[in-house]
């Protein structure tokens, strides 16, 4: 076996939690050795559980630990463009949860301090490391599809997530449409250069009342030339969908969801499977793994880390293109954004 390498998590909430256990559990190459947060119990019990020697409340007994080579942050949005300046500082790598932060200046500051420290800096866009994506992406990069000409992406929440949690979400296209947008650049391997917006309230009226939307279509025009369609709910009854489908002069791929279990019911009426996953923590648990795994080896083997902090900043310029496209009913460039 190399060398492990010494981590500190901030922020053991639902996916902190998650990462932690990954770390403890099933990346031989990570060494777990402190977790902090502000509720300090959640970071004492995620210790006591995990077997990890250090429990802290203050995030800088973790950015002060001579002892720790990497940092995870998990911490609420708001947090973590300081958190990132602060590793950096400190000459920590870093592995950062998305967003980097909604605001496009804090975004540069915090990029900026990685270059100047010359540390690596992972952004937590999960779906990349999803098998099938992947598969997706490795097709659309052989150019066995031949030319890109059209993405589809379909990708509907179970149920909304609270009202006290959309009043701060910062809009469906920055908190649930980013991961899409990531998604977007990532399968066609092109940028994207315009963004058009139809969307509305269609599953609750309260998220109107928000001053949000939860239902939308939200169309692509690429560099490349290829064109592209998002489609979002925040509802669908039938659990978490998250399609994809690259359609090129050479062929098409499609990606279907992914169900608990693959059993096909047929009787003398009909032909049934059970529903697909409902959450997304279960959906897509091999890609928070592979992601981190893929991390703690870029910090190993000295390599560049497989989703970078530009990578962190465009979806949230596209977030911001999206929300103005919807707002003046127009197709809206990125180049207006930053
Ligand atoms: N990649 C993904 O699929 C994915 C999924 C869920 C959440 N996220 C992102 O992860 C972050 C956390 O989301 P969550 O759903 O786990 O939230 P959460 O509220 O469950 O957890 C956040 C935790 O951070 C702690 N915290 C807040 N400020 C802190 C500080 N200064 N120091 C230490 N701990 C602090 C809170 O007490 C809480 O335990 C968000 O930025 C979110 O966007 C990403």
């Given at each position: 076996?190399?060398?492990?390498?010494?981590?500190?998590?901030?922020?053991?909430?639902?996916?902190?939690?998650?990462?932690?256990?990954?770390?403890?559990?099933?990346?031989?190459?990570?060494?777990?050795?402190?977790?902090?947060?502000?509720?300090?119990?959640?970071?004492?019990?995620?210790?006591?559980?995990?077997?990890?020697?250090?429990?802290?409340?203050?995030?800088?007994?973790?950015?002060?630990?001579?002892?720790?080579?990497?940092?995870?942050?998990?911490?609420?949005?708001?947090?973590?463009?300081?958190?990132?300046?602060?590793?950096?500082?400190?000459?920590?790598?870093?592995?950062?949860?998305?967003?980097?932060?909604?605001?496009?200046?804090?975004?540069?500051?915090?990029?900026?301090?990685?270059?100047?420290?010359?540390?690596?800096?992972?952004?937590?866009?999960?779906?990349?490391?999803?098998?099938?994506?992947?598969?997706?992406?490795?097709?659309?990069?052989?150019?066995?599809?031949?030319?890109?000409?059209?993405?589809?992406?379909?990708?509907?929440?179970?149920?909304?997530?609270?009202?006290?949690?959309?009043?701060?979400?910062?809009?469906?296209?920055?908190?649930?449409?980013?991961?899409?947008?990531?998604?977007?650049?990532?399968?066609?391997?092109?940028?994207?250069?315009?963004?058009?917006?139809?969307?509305?309230?269609?599953?609750?009226?309260?998220?109107?009342?928000?001053?949000?939307?939860?239902?939308?279509?939200?169309?692509?025009?690429?560099?490349?030339?290829?064109?592209?369609?998002?489609?979002?709910?925040?509802?669908?009854?039938?659990?978490?969908?998250?399609?994809?489908?690259?359609?090129?002069?050479?062929?098409?791929?499609?990606?279907?969801?992914?169900?608990?279990?693959?059993?096909?019911?047929?009787?003398?009426?009909?032909?049934?499977?059970?529903?697909?996953?409902?959450?997304?923590?279960?959906?897509?648990?091999?890609?928070?793994?592979?992601?981190?795994?893929?991390?703690?080896?870029?910090?190993?083997?000295?390599?560049p880390p497989p989703v970078t902090g530009i990578d962190g900043r465009i979806p949230v310029v596209m977030g911001y293109a999206a929300g103005k496209s919807y707002a003046e009913h127009r197709p809206v460039r990125l180049s207006e954004i930053a």
């Amino acid at each position: 076996m190399t060398r492990q390498v010494n981590v500190g998590l901030v922020g053991v909430g639902r996916i902190g939690r998650l990462h932690a256990e990954h770390l403890a559990y099933r990346i031989p190459q990570a060494r777990l050795l402190a977790v902090s947060d502000v509720v300090v119990e959640a970071a004492q019990k995620a210790a006591a559980d995990l077997g990890v020697p250090i429990a802290t409340r203050d995030h800088r007994a973790i950015m002060d630990n001579q002892d720790i080579e990497a940092v995870v942050i998990c911490s609420s949005t708001d947090t973590h463009s300081l958190m990132i300046e602060e590793a950096a500082a400190a000459g920590k790598h870093i592995f950062c949860e998305k967003p980097i932060d909604f605001d496009l200046a804090r975004i540069d500051r915090a990029l900026a301090a990685v270059d100047k420290a010359g540390v690596k800096l992972q952004i937590g866009f999960n779906r990349r490391f999803d098998p099938n994506f992947r598969r997706v992406r490795e097709l659309v990069a052989s150019g066995k599809l031949g030319q890109p000409h059209i993405l589809r992406i379909t990708s509907r929440d179970p149920q909304p997530p609270p009202i006290a949690y959309v009043k701060v979400s910062g809009g469906i296209f920055l908190d649930m449409t980013i991961h899409d947008f990531d998604m977007a650049r990532y399968l066609i391997g092109s940028e994207v250069e315009e963004i058009y917006v139809a969307a509305g309230v269609m599953v609750d009226p309260e998220i109107g009342k928000a001053g949000d939307v939860d239902t939308a279509v939200i169309t692509l025009r690429f560099e490349n030339g290829a064109i592209g369609t998002i489609d979002n709910s925040r509802r669908a009854v039938y659990g978490y969908d998250q399609r994809v489908e690259v359609f090129g002069s050479g062929g098409a791929v499609s990606v279907d969801n992914n169900y608990p279990n693959t059993a096909v019911v047929s009787d003398g009426q009909r032909i049934q499977r059970d529903l697909p996953f409902n959450f997304f923590l279960d959906r897509y648990v091999e890609s928070y793994i592979v992601e981190m795994k893929e991390f703690i080896e870029c910090v190993v083997k000295g390599t560049p880390p497989p989703v970078t902090g530009i990578d962190g900043r465009i979806p949230v310029v596209m977030g911001y293109a999206a929300g103005k496209s919807y707002a003046e009913h127009r197709p809206v460039r990125l180049s207006e954004i930053a």
